[in-house]
């Protein structure tokens, strides 16, 4: 039987301090689907606590990793994207993703990254209330909603853990068009 998402690659950051349900319920969703899977931290081998000590290790560093070998990003939120945000080699491969004209998908806290990156101009999202300025502030239009696809700018974003099911079915849909 074939799986819709066969073939397809996704990346997805970790840190300290993710959203455990944010980071494992996408993973194991995806891998369901078919898509190959890869965690990529700032260093790689590394196990990262979640806010709520759940233990992900991650297959990858940032730096090593290319924008041209994955078919979509997911940024789980979490206090992690605030500390990622900071280094060049998760903006740029985030940036590269946005370029390319492949699916970014943010939760909660997630845009923070988003922003730091410089891709959210024009751009309709959801997030984490906290994060409404933040977005609006960098050219975003912020929405309240369960989840928020912008087809033209292939981005799925919704606010929370109880949001997951519809961010994933939205991600899912938009990675097999």
Known sequence: MTKP????????????????????????????AG???TIAGLEAGVVYQGKYSYPQKSDAAVRDLSADDFDALVVPGGWMPDKLRRYDEVKQITKAIADAGKPIASVCHGPWIDISAGIVKGVTYTSTP?????????????????????????????????DLPAFMAALIAMMMN
């Open 5 to 32: 998402l066969e073939n397809k690659r996704v990346l997805i950051f970790v840190g300290d301090d993710y959203e455990d349900q944010e980071l494992q319920y996408p993973k194991y969703r995806l891998r369901e």
């Open 130 to 162: 906290g994060l409404t300025d933040d977005l609006t502030n960098a050219g975003a239009v912020w929405v309240d909603q369960e989840v928020c696809v912008d087809e033209k700018h292939q981005r799925v974003s919704s606010r929370r853990p109880d």
């Open 35 to 37: 898509a190959e899977v």
